[in-house]
């Protein structure tokens, strides 16, 4: 069955710091892959999307993601992170069939001190 | 980017009452919308899919009498919680998409639903 596995479940970082968050899918055929982001109070944000092509996607608000098929992950990153982006990020893959739903991930809580 | 909106984003009802949520894409034609259920420090929950004009596709497990899901124009879907009970104290989550599988789906901002 498709899956989308996101081991970390809280992270913490200085703002200034590097980002990286874990998404490992599990999926028969070529995954098409997003992130999102959940800030209190407000709708989920596409953050960016794979679903062919350059495997390295670039995103909203400086994130980026890398495709890695031999490692079925799609890890999101971001080079200096903001005190803005302390949220919750979800990793997700597109289930073809009927319906063409989206399967998410746990979510990682991201926390950024000063 | 494309704006969907949910209505209530907060309610508060007695146990045995039926609740309705109301998920409007504002910019776009939606011909297709999703109903998620979310729990604290959890992953969304698909519950349903709705096609404009068509019956919902409940998900496994979801129980499709007791939330009715009503897609009645492009630019409207409802979700009804009927005879709610406070295990269905939830942030319920709809979704719009214009197109096919690959275009990019519009979240509401939820609405926080409390029984008592």
């Known amino acids: 069955a498709q899956s989308v596995t996101q081991p970390d479940i809280h992270i913490t970082v200085s703002e200034g710091a590097s980002l990286e968050l874990r998404c490992n899918y599990s999926?028969?055929?070529?995954?098409?892959l997003f992130w999102y982001v959940q800030s209190p109070g407000q709708g989920l944000q596409l953050l960016l999307k794979y679903f062919s092509g350059d495997t390295l996607v670039q995103g909203i608000k400086g994130f980026e993601a890398e495709f890695k098929r031999s490692q079925s992950s799609f890890n999101l990153r971001k080079p200096s992170v903001h005190w803005s982006d302390a949220a919750e990020y979800f990793c997700?893959?597109?289930?073809?069939?009927?319906?063409?739903?989206?399967?998410f991930g746990t979510g990682t809580l991201l926390a950024v001190q000063p | 980017g494309a704006v969907v909106s949910q209505h209530p984003s907060w309610v508060i009802c007695k146990s045995g009452t039926s609740v309705k949520i109301e998920c409007r894409s504002l910019?776009?034609?939606?011909?297709?919308m999703f109903w998620y259920r979310q729990f604290p420090k959890q992953s969304l929950m698909l519950m349903a899919t709705s096609n404009e004009g068509s019956k919902a596709t409940y998900e496994q497990g979801v129980e499709k009498d007791k939330f009715l899901i009503n897609h009645a124009s492009l630019t409207l879907s409802t979700l009804t919680v009927t005879s709610a009970h406070p295990e269905d104290s939830s942030f319920y989550i709809c979704?719009?998409?214009?197109?096919?599988?690959?275009?990019?789906?519009?979240f509401g901002p939820g609405t926080r639903l409390t029984v008592l």
């Open positions: 979704s719009a998409r214009s197109g096919q599988g690959t275009d990019t789906q519009y």
């Open positions: 999926y028969g055929a070529t995954p098409y």
């Open positions: 997700a893959v597109l289930d073809w069939g009927a319906t063409n739903k989206l399967i």
């Open positions: 910019d776009f034609q939606a011909t297709t």
